[in-house]
């Protein structure tokens, strides 16, 4: 039964999905508001498939907007002002889930919207588990991880190659710079407490396990500086105010290849994360029939390769990881060499914890 | 004679006039108050006009908005908008007892999540609950996927008994009335035209009244919401559910008498619907999550069952609802009490080093001659030209540890290299930061009231014999206190709500209350405990103005003249 009505549900939604492409293509609006990071990150976006669909379609113009740290909140003041600006939205993975559970997103089907990889692969197959909902386009794989100054790494000692090295105030004394959220720090602090990896979040769950976090990050809160935008991090180590820190790994590639700085990186528990595309709810049609077309664009096997000449991010089609150029697969979190002992952002546990964590986290740092 | 007649009565009428005790008239015979009212009340009528477009932009783009905030502080009508049967029924349910609700309760729960899925809800009311119980949101989301096997139950023993019951055309045949079946057949899908609008056959909703609500309601939701052809659409497995209610219910033995369309497939289905298996809803739910038969959600659906709630509030001032009342929250979740108090006093710190930094200034600026005091006047200026956060970071490069200012207490060697002076990511970092941008708010008014102090009164004072600080103190300073007033103000109010800075220089000790808020309002999602610190640090600042109102009087207040 539950076969049937997905096999229903999925032919009303092709039948529906062909149905706009008739449509599109007599009437596709040609213009296109895209909700971005900016910095490097969008430019990586303009260069890899934007520029390119530009020149394909001369007539569509595309309207930037640097808010994605703030889409959601944004996305929720517009649908309730009944007014909605953007039609394509770049958010990390967790907002696009509290995106899609608020009603803001789109739900989309992947074999429809998304192309099909280079190697024959359906497009479900090919992005993976690596859709985490039901209204998510993953672009890229980011990770956050740690970065140190090599030349205050103290003499006749290893540089760090362990996450638990931050927390070794007395082999590596000096600063540190987390990032001013309970997650990512909640499991670094279990791990390097003896917490058994596959069992952190098991932990982390109870009370206790938060407390015991907390004391461990309370062992190193004195030298802590704790950031809160990713380009904090970057000029903390380059002016030397810190001796490690965390932020994203692109970050620490422009500090490392573009400003020539005596950075290290350490990829030791580096947590991945995504970067994808939403679609808002409730799009006019020929704004829609735009969006799609180009996202099939934008997000198929080469573009996605195209775009890791551009930044350190790993596309998410594992059909596009074979074209990445090989210099820069060094600087790819997912490279094996880096990819050793990893995390993946644990969306399902913070949805559900996070404003109790949070709650008890800000208390700690308020004291 | 006549000469004297007519001054007669000239001297009659005046004496008449002088008795006359009435109210005085105006030209027209109205009594001259009224008429004066009357002009006054034009006046003010037409100077109203003149601001009416003002006031209608000033009330339509800042105080409905804020209104409008304010009301989220106590909004909370999602819960029982979202599962309006669920919270209907719980009212029965003791929540003192420890038991789990009744069995009717997971039955409404069933009917409300179902359509609640549908319509895309459940998930937002479990990020609502999920700021009250961690958990909220994933029960949600699991639940909206899990209840569709539940009425699935029901729905495979309808369509095996009979095929009849899996096409939605039949469904629409037996209860739509046959007006609305020849309207929607000759209806076309791109016509234009709207649909028509579902009409229930007669008798229907007395034999089957529960098939008959709930049908209206998935017609409204795929007419309205969906913007589909209803004819054609199959019915949700909820409407199996209440159906096989209807066949086995109170109404069960009026359906003999039915005899419209598809009579004899009611008839069979009412026959077998005895023998069907049944769903057990409380088991279904702990099938879902076992949550669902613990009392933790439940006292919280109940808690904030009502349209109104006072929860943000609690949790604003470190509290939190409790089967006994309100009551504070575990030590290591209170943050809010500490980030109030420390707002204040860091405000007020910084209102102080404003004034003493800017009461030199101001009398410097006052008693130049004009074309150094207006070059100087730029220089107070010229940080109101540059960006906020250019000016924030500027202060990261000059005082952190490797900064400018470090290196120069070093290079002197007031302090050693390896202490170093931590002057940023704290309370020093905010107020020195804060200090800096708010300073022109404190010069202006100081210096335009200053301006207005005669130079005179200074000399008359010295030649009296007064010493220096005697004629400051005793003759200057008082005049000079309005300004202080009024910049103080400024300075108070403007750095009680600021968060960009303390934000990039406070680090953890140096944040204010506006931080929350705004990470409340961006990033947790949780408009209405935004809403409600809002309330709060307006209330607070309307509170400090009263009381600067009694103690000095806010007509001593001056901006310059």
């Known amino acids: ?367 | 004679m006549s000469d004297v007649n007519n001054s007669t009565t000239a001297l009659e009428a005046e004496r008449a006039e002088k008795e006359y005790s009435g109210p005085m008239l105006a030209a027209d015979g109205t009594p001259l108050k009224r008429s004066l009212n009357k002009a006054l009340r034009r006046q003010k009528l037409s100077a109203l006009l003149l601001i009416a477009p003002l006031l209608i932009f000033v009330m339509v783009t800042f105080i409905a908005p804020i209104a409008d905030m304010l009301f989220r502080s106590v909004e909370n009508q999602i819960v029982s908008d979202t599962l309006p049967r669920t919270t209907t029924a719980l009212e029965d349910w003791d929540a003192e007892s420890g038991e789990i609700p009744q069995a009717s309760v997971y039955k409404a729960l069933y009917q409300d999540i179902f359509i609640a899925q549908e319509r895309k809800l459940h998930t937002r009311l479990g990020s609502r609950l999920n700021y009250e119980l961690t958990g909220a949101s994933s029960l949600f989301r699991k639940s909206g996927r899990g209840v569709d096997d539940i009425g699935e139950v029901y729905q495979d023993q309808f369509e095996n008994l009979n095929a009849f019951w899996k096409s939605g055309e039949n469904w629409n045949e037996v209860l739509g009335s046959d007006a609305w079946l020849s309207d929607i057949k000759g209806w076309k899908e791109n016509s234009g035209t709207p649909q028509p609008e579902f009409e229930m056959r007669d008798g229907i909703a007395e034999i089957f009244p529960q098939t008959a609500s709930y049908y209206t309601i998935f017609a409204d939701f795929v007419q309205n919401e969906d913007e589909d052809n209803l004819y054609e659409e199959d019915p949700w497995s909820l409407i199996y559910s209440v159906f096989y209610d209807d066949l086995t219910g109170d109404t069960a033995s009026s359906i003999a008498n039915y005899s419209g369309p598809g009579a004899a497939e009611i008839a069979e289905a009412a026959a077998a619907a005895s023998s069907f298996e049944t769903v057990e809803y409380k088991t279904a739910f702990a099938e879902i999550d076992k949550d669902w038969v613990a009392t933790p959600i439940w006292e919280t659906i109940r808690a904030y069952s009502p349209d109104f709630t006072n929860g943000y509030f609690l949790n604003s001032v470190d509290m939190q609802k409790s089967a006994d009342g309100p009551e504070f929250r575990p030590e290591n979740q209170r943050i809010y009490g500490t980030l109030f108090l420390r707002t204040l006093f860091m405000s007020m710190c910084i209102t102080l080093s404003c004034i003493l930094l800017g009461y030199p200034i101001g009398w410097i600026l006052a008693n130049l001659p004009a074309r150094t005091a207006n070059l100087l006047m730029i220089l107070v200026l010229l940080p109101f030209w540059t960006s906020l956060l250019v000016r924030t970071s500027a202060w990261k490069v000059m005082l952190q540890q490797q900064g400018v200012v470090n290196d120069t207490l070093v290079w002197l060697g007031v302090v050693a290299d390896d202490s170093r002076l931590a002057l940023i990511n704290n309370q020093t970092g905010t107020i020195i930061a804060m200090t800096h941008i708010l300073l022109p708010f404190m010069i202006l008014p100081l210096y335009s009231v200053m301006k207005t102090v005669p130079p005179s009164y200074l000399r008359a004072a010295k030649s009296l014999g007064a010493t220096n600080w005697t004629a400051f103190w005793r003759v200057y300073f008082p005049q000079s206190v309005p300004g202080i007033g009024a910049g103080s103000i400024l300075v108070f109010i403007l750095s009680i709500g600021y968060y960009i800075t303390p934000e990039i220089v406070g680090g953890t000790t140096g944040t204010f209350i506006s931080n929350r808020i705004a990470y409340h309002i961006s990033s947790s999602l949780n408009w209405g405990l935004a809403a409600a610190l809002g309330a709060i640090l307006l209330a607070v600042v309307l509170g400090l103005y009263y009381a600067y109102d009694k103690i000095v009087g806010i007509d001593n207040v001056k901006l310059g003249g």
């Open chain 1, 1 to 367: 039964m539950k076969f049937t009505t997905t096999l229903l549900a999925s032919s009303a939604i092709v039948g529906a999905g062909t149905l706009a492409l008739a449509d599109a293509h007599g009437n596709m609006a040609n213009e296109m508001t895209i909700v971005s990071w900016g910095g490097a990150y969008q430019n990586s976006q303009l260069k890899a498939y934007v520029e390119p669909y530009l020149e394909m379609h001369p007539e569509v113009s595309v309207i930037w907007d640097e808010s994605s740290n703030e889409a959601v909140a944004k996305l929720r003041a517009m649908n309730e002002a009944g007014n909605i600006t953007w039609d394509l939205v770049d958010v990390v993975a967790a907002d696009a889930i509290r995106l899609c559970d608020e009603g803001l997103a789109m739900e989309y089907d992947p074999e429809e919207l998304l192309a099909k990889g280079d190697d024959g692969s359906s497009a479900e197959d090919d992005f993976g588990d690596l859709i985490v909902s039901d209204c998510y386009i993953p672009q890229i794989v980011y990770s956050t991880t740690f970065g140190y100054r090599t030349d205050m790494v103290p003499d006749g000692v290893d540089a760090p190659d362990d996450i638990c090295d931050v927390f070794d105030l007395e082999t590596y004394p000096g600063k540190r710079a987390l990032e001013k959220r309970p997650i990512n720090n909640m499991e670094w602090a279990l791990l390097c407490d003896g917490v058994a990896k596959d069992e952190v979040y098991d932990v982390l769950a109870t009370p206790e396990g938060q407390e015991k976090a907390l004391a461990k990050l309370d062992t190193i809160k004195d030298s802590v500086i704790w950031w809160s935008a990713g380009a904090d991090t970057p000029q903390l180590l380059a002016d030397g105010e810190v001796f490690m820190g965390s932020t994203y790994n692109g970050r620490l590639y422009s500090v490392i290849e573009e400003q020539d700085q005596p950075v290290g990186m350490m990829w030791d528990a580096q947590v991945f994360d995504l970067d994808g595309w939403i679609i808002p709810a409730g799009l006019e049609d020929a704004k829609l029939a735009r969006v799609k077309d180009f996202i099939m664009f934008a997000t198929d096997t080469k573009r996605l390769a195209d775009q890791a000449n551009y930044i350190s991010y790993g596309p998410a089609r594992q059909s596009s990881a074979p074209l990445v150029p090989e210099d820069m697969k060094q600087h790819m979190p997912t490279d094996p060499a880096n990819a050793e002992n990893t995390f993946l952002y644990n969306y399902a546990f913070w949805a559900d914890y996070r404003d109790d964590i949070d709650a008890k986290f800000q208390s700690w740092l308020a004291q």
